[in-house]
């Protein structure tokens, strides 16, 4: 396994990658949630540079000890304010919104859930005014460490997100931390506690799921060498001593190995959910327009698996 975590994109594979994004914009329906739209990006996915389209490949194949890629130099547009309001999505295709598409179709099949942003496709994360202490993607105060929906049973194989703006003082941090990583630093019986089903992790209100419906999961999963991980540290809970004694103990191992990564416009990073936590330092917005903001999009390696949650040729799990 390698950690070759940053790829950076040359100017002329930028502007490879800008005009194959123009073209899919330019092409109607231009809404990005049109199934139309979509089977024109996985197509438009194919004319990426070479390079980018192989490293992509090699990540999907191994994601490294760090489980995650940070692709550099893309072209994105902040052509309008920084969105405010509760819920933002990318309805109408942009470039960013075609980039984070394109660059996501490489690693499977765009996803999103009913419940969560209104099915969007491609999704905002902007600070929200008044929402500034919440434990979302609204919030601009530290946010847990977590594996995307991880109280879901089809959450999402990668989360893409792409900085279309910064912070002002570019001091918010995306955190990472691999469980590849931290799982050799815990003591065995930490270690098997993890993989047994004494934990819960309540979902949102959005989803309709009260805590009572919420099944006792495993947190480690697969090889005990090398497991999948189902935990968000804000919404997983152990369901005896024991179990939250083990949780503690991975929470102190992926903090001691989770790194900082400051996002700058057209650094897209890319996080395999099986195995890698994400999370967010402190800032603080000024809702002037200029606050930071991400594109985000969720991957599914095998787009079958949800087919009981989707119709046919949908993307939007129920």
Known sequence: MTDDLEFRVTDAERSRIEAVARAL????????????????????????????????REFAHDPGDSGALLVRNLPVAADRPTPTEFGSVERVATVGAAVIGLLSMQLGELIAYRNEKSGALVQNVVPVPGKEEQQSNAGSARLAMHIENAFHPRRPDYVGLLCVRADHERIAGLLLSCVRKA??????????VLAEPRFVTQPPPSFGMGADQAPLHAVFTGEPSDPDVQVDFHATHGDDDEAKNALEALHDAITAVAQ???????????????????????????????????????????????????????????
């Open 25 to 56: 914009i330019g092409s109607p329906p231009r809404l990005i949630d049109d199934v139309d739209w979509v089977d024109d990006c996985r197509a438009c996915s194919a004319e990426l540079p070479v390079r980018v389209r192989r490293r992509l």
């Open 260 to 318: 900082t990564l400051p996002l700058e416009p057209g650094d897209l990073a890319l996080v395999d959910n099986r195995m890698t936590l994400h999370g967010r330092t402190f800032f603080t917005p000024r809702y002037d327009g200029e606050d930071r903001w991400l594109h985000r999009t969720f991957v599914h390696l095998d787009h079958r698996r949800s087919r009981a949650s989707r119709t046919r040729t949908g993307h939007v799990l129920a």
């Open 183 to 192: 799982v050799g630093t815990l003591p065995e019986d930490v270690r098997a």
